[in-house]
């Protein structure tokens, strides 16, 4: 090979090999890469196939346990217990096993994003993206606070409303998507807590139009109050919670992918009973809210849709979060009594 010319031509040339040996290496490297992905992929079908399999057997087990146990002597009992505590203990494990393996979408994420995977692949990334969800949460409900305060006190313009009512949609909407991800990724948020966010988004999409008149005037300042004590009951069940859960997870006493929600949890019953009356407050003034829709329902100068429409979700999210609460401190109050007993 010739010498390179002296001057500037001579050290873009010496700077041109020095590249394209860099760029073999990264062919190289990528060409690793690209077949660590295909292994890696061959392993997660193995897995989630024989996981698929081994659960299927797992249920027959149980079926076949449940209907035989009744007539059973009392020593097999005690054994068909143990391995049906087992069976379950292994169905965790599956559970945890799964959270890091690609799955189907369910419903609503293939509905949004399509068949796109979600799953994160590594435990720094699936608390990342979780502390993102609870940042966000944090972020949003300050400037939640401070809309509906400037709405309530200082303006009153049903452009303001709009945005408003445009940001709850919005909040909500990308709480649903962003829980759905979670879930996908082993955060075990159950039942009401989840579906309640989807009534709050409905709700929000009818406020946002009903058009201003007097059955909107009527209700407005009401709606704008209860959404600012909402907001902050929210503040403080982040604030709270998120102490407490860190504390739980030090213990091994809570999974890491554990989130704060809205409501009340048996897992707060320690340290956050005192949050309850405001939880409960707040369930009330959601009743007082669908009465209050009730009754402009009634009024012969109603002529909006939307006044009924507010009312049944408010109603809804009365009965689920009340009703959902109640059942916690219920039980909490009867494992009590019952630990008590045996003691």
């Not at 073999?24 to 490297?29: L, R």
């Not at 009903?210 to 503040?235: A, E």
């Amino acid at each position: 090979m010739h010498p390179p010319p002296p001057g500037p031509l001579g050290d873009c040339l010496r700077d041109w090999e020095e590249l394209q040996q860099d760029f073999h290496g990264i062919q190289e490297t990528h060409r690793l890469y690209r077949l660590k992905l295909e292994e890696l992929t061959k392993l997660q079908n193995n897995c989630t196939s024989s996981i698929t399999r081994q659960k299927k057997q797992l249920q027959e087990l149980a079926l076949v346990l449940k209907k035989c146990k009744p007539s059973l002597p009392s020593e097999a009992k005690k054994a068909a217990q143990e391995l049906e505590n087992q069976i379950k203990e292994r169905q965790g494990l599956f559970f945890d096993m799964e959270a890091y393996l690609p799955k189907q979408n369910g419903l609503y994420l293939s509905l949004v994003l399509g068949n796109v995977n979600v799953t994160l692949l590594s435990k720094q990334a699936k608390f990342a993206y979780k502390d993102e969800y609870e940042k966000f949460k944090l972020y949003l409900t300050i400037i939640l606070i401070l809309i509906s305060f400037t709405c309530r006190f200082l303006l009153n313009s049903r452009v303001t409303d709009a945005a408003f009512n445009f940001l709850l949609v919005w909040y909500y909407c990308t709480l649903t998507i962003r829980e759905s991800i979670l879930i996908n990724n082993g955060s075990r948020i159950k039942g009401w807590w989840v579906f309640h966010h989807y009534v709050s988004t409905f709700l929000s999409g009818v406020m946002l139009t009903w058009p201003d008149g007097l059955m909107y005037q009527k209700f407005r300042n009401q709606f704008l109050s209860f959404s600012m004590y909402q907001s902050f009951v929210q503040f403080l069940q982040y604030y709270y919670q998120s102490g407490c859960l860190y504390r739980l997870r030090a213990l091994g006493e809570r999974h890491t992918m554990d989130l704060t929600v809205e409501g009340f949890q048996s897992w707060m019953w320690r340290g956050l009973t005192f949050l309850l009356p405001f939880l409960f407050f707040g369930h009330f003034w959601q009743l007082f809210n669908a009465l209050t829709l009730f009754n402009l329902a009634r009024d012969p100068e109603c002529k909006e849709w939307q006044v009924l429409m507010c009312g049944f979700p408010f109603l809804l999210l009365f009965l689920g979060n009340f009703f959902t609460t109640l059942r916690v401190v219920h039980q909490k109050f009867h494992n009590q009594q019952h630990g008590s007993k045996k003691e």
